[in-house]
């Protein structure tokens, strides 16, 4: 049973909307949440990170946290066409090792 | 500060021969983990190390594949008699602690 869930996807939005990419995970001892992304051909990079219940805002990048539902998403306002990657979400478990989702691929249409 | 280094960027053997992946840590890091990834697939963790220490290696193929943190110079991922299937993208990341993980770019194993 994987423990952390993520649609692959592709996510087409077009672009200037808002992208909404969703994470759900299993362990409830998770205290830790990641937002990473990648572009074809190249390493993850850390863009948010969150612990809290709750919104945390960085430039146009919006993170969710909601620990009693078990997901966490992002959100990307005025999505702009170099926010085209696979996004990957990552929660540190109860044994403090990060489990990663297998991301989700988001395309934004000029 | 350096980001997390990896060398080299591209690799190239043939089969049976011996592929060694080296990687340095941001400075102030003590954890080193590694990934492979194959084209249009997700990360796959291979290994935690802290410095001298191996402390989860249950991503790691039983044979062939070894991983060490040395005390002193980089976190080395050997892959020994490699084969076709070995072709990938292998990643390091590094830590501070046993969370937040920064990647560097990764080493691209191309075995003929």
């Known amino acids: 049973q994987k423990e952390v869930e993520q649609n692959s996807g592709p996510l087409s939005v077009p672009e200037g909307a808002i992208a909404s990419l969703n994470c759900t995970y299993s362990?409830?001892?998770?205290?830790?949440f990641f937002w990473y992304r990648q572009y074809s051909g190249k390493s993850p990079e850390l863009i948010m990170f969150i612990y809290s219940n709750g919104d945390k805002e960085d430039g146009r990048f919006t993170a969710q946290l909601n620990k009693a539902s078990q997901y966490v998403s992002l959100l990307i306002r005025d999505s702009q066409p170099s926010d085209s990657a696979t996004y990957l979400c990552?929660?540190?478990?109860?044994?403090?090792?990060?489990?990663w989702g297998a991301g989700t691929k988001l395309i934004i249409k000029p | 500060n350096a980001g997390v280094m990896q060398n080299p960027r591209h690799l190239v053997r043939r089969r049976g021969q011996e592929a060694r992946l080296r990687c340095s840590p941001m400075k102030g890091h003590s954890h080193v983990y590694w990934y492979r990834q194959l084209p249009e697939e997700g990360l796959k963790f291979m290994v935690y190390?802290?410095?001298?220490?191996?402390?989860?290696e249950s991503g790691m193929p039983k044979e062939r594949f070894s991983a060490e943190f040395p005390k002193e110079g980089p976190s080395i991922l050997r892959i020994q008699q490699v084969v076709r299937g070995d072709s990938a993208a292998y990643f390091c990341?590094?830590?501070?602690?046993?969370?937040?993980?920064?990647f560097g770019p990764g080493t691209r194993l191309t075995v003929l």
């Open positions: 990341a590094s830590s501070p602690r046993h969370d937040t993980q920064y």
């Open positions: 190390l802290q410095k001298e220490n191996i402390i989860d």
């Open positions: 362990d409830r001892g998770s205290q830790s």
């Open positions: 990552a929660v540190n478990n109860s044994n403090y090792q990060l489990i």
